[in-house]
């Protein structure tokens, strides 16, 4: 392929975020070939923000066009594992945001039933990608950031091994609507803010145990916790709200320990209910060493300012209440979190018919150790994970 010609289906933010970052590609033949969103407006806007031009309203129009090459997937959750299966099935690659999928439907339901149900459409996309020889990409930033990818030279650099991970990704709540209810976003905090997290330590054991052995080392159970903060009614009386508190039937906190198979340890919190802007963290404590990673907030840039008027229009960071005070404004915000490296990636495995960094088995993973972690939540315990046990190394 010389050209990988990509369809995009989502016009909102994380549409953005990709067709932004596919501009600062150097050395690659890629173009944005065409656009899908369910307004026709708002693809015609996109489509002439970034100069595609083909314009879908149906995403099987495009994933069926023979002027794409490869579908990035950027709807709300609960429509990647159709589309992703429908780009498959029409012989094209596909490149999906975080998560992959989940279970959607009334979010009362019992947690077991989630689980599987999740892992049922997780197995049916990675069989469709299978069956057509395509590629799969999974849009998992923190894989990429090059905070991350310094942690992992260094892990491998000191030969110690990897006995706890923390990692976290905290802002003050999302303001998209699907967000608020199970049906459309398949969980809260959990899995929409915790994908990164719960993705960026099972890359590092995955990475620590080609090292080592060959072999990747996976999740072997989950114990987990999750809540709704700002439901709480001393929250609610408050006279002003800072934090989003429009929250249906999804939690805007959770924690969640996972036990790897060699026995170590890796610690995740991902909330709502955390003012200041995103917080993007990620710690590994070694027997050698303890690297400490900022993806964000960085003190690459810090400026102060005595009224939040004083910065104007100047963006700073994603998601800060105010711009008065200290704040911690990033260079170049997407570069720190991975995405040119991401699509960097996702191109030449494409070209080159090889398996991305971050690809369907971590996608995978990260499903069945979330849901898991939904279950834990629902019983009160530890919940091994399928064919894992809870045996000791």
């Given at each position: ?10 016009a ?5 975020l990709?067709?932004?970052n ?22 015609e ?19 069926e ?77 923190f ?24 990692a ?10 699907y ?10 905090s ?35 916790d ?21 929250w ?26 955390s ?20 993806i ?17 229009d ?8 105010t ?25 030449d ?7 991305p ?37």
């Amino acid at each position: 392929m010389n050209r990988i010609r990509v369809g995009l289906v989502g016009a909102r933010f994380a549409a953005s975020l990709h067709a932004d970052n596919y501009r600062r590609l150097r050395g690659h033949e890629v173009e944005l070939a065409a656009v899908c969103a369910r307004s026709r407006e708002s693809a015609e806007q996109f489509a002439r923000k970034f100069e595609i031009p083909e314009v879908f309203t149906d995403y099987r129009a495009l994933v069926e066009s023979p002027r794409v090459d490869a579908v990035d997937i950027c709807a709300p959750t609960d429509l990647h594992h159709e589309i992703a299966i429908a780009a498959a099935r029409a012989g094209k690659h596909v490149i999906v945001e975080k998560p992959l999928t989940g279970y959607f439907g009334d979010g009362g339901e019992p947690r077991q039933k989630m689980l599987e149900g999740a892992l049922h459409n997780c197995d049916a996309v990675l069989d469709a990608v299978k069956r057509a020889d395509v590629t799969l990409c999974y849009a998992e930033d923190f894989v990429y950031a090059p905070a991350v990818t310094k942690l992992k030279r260094l892990m491998q650099a000191s030969g110690g091994s990897v006995l706890d991970l923390r990692a976290e990704e905290s802002h003050s709540g999302s303001h998209a609507a699907y967000s608020r209810r199970w049906r459309t976003s398949g969980g809260g905090s959990l899995l929409r803010m915790g994908s990164h997290p719960v993705g960026v330590v099972l890359h590092l054991k995955h990475y620590e145990g080609m090292l080592k052995r060959g072999a990747p080392i996976r999740a072997r159970s989950v114990l987990a916790d999750v809540g709704q903060l700002t439901r709480l009614r001393h929250v609610k009386e408050e006279p002003r709200h800072w934090l989003v508190d429009e929250w249906e039937d999804v939690e805007d906190w959770s924690a969640a320990v996972i036990t790897f198979e060699d026995g170590t340890k890796a610690t995740v919190h991902a909330t709502d209910v955390s003012l200041g802007g995103v917080k993007n963290l990620v710690t590994a404590y070694l027997t050698t060493a303890v690297v400490q990673v900022n993806i964000n907030p960085n003190s690459a840039v810090v400026a102060y300012a005595p009224d939040g008027a004083v910065f104007k229009d100047e963006y700073l960071t994603e998601k800060v209440e105010t711009k008065a005070g200290w704040q911690f404004p990033s260079p170049d915000e997407d570069w720190m979190r991975g995405y040119p490296q991401e699509l960097e990636d996702f191109v030449d495995a494409i070209r080159e018919r090889r398996e991305p960094v971050s690809g369907g088995d971590l996608a995978r993973e990260v499903v069945l150790v979330i849901y898991a972690g939904y279950l834990s939540a629902e019983r009160g315990c530890r919940v091994d994970l399928p064919g894992r046990g809870s045996g000791r190394p």
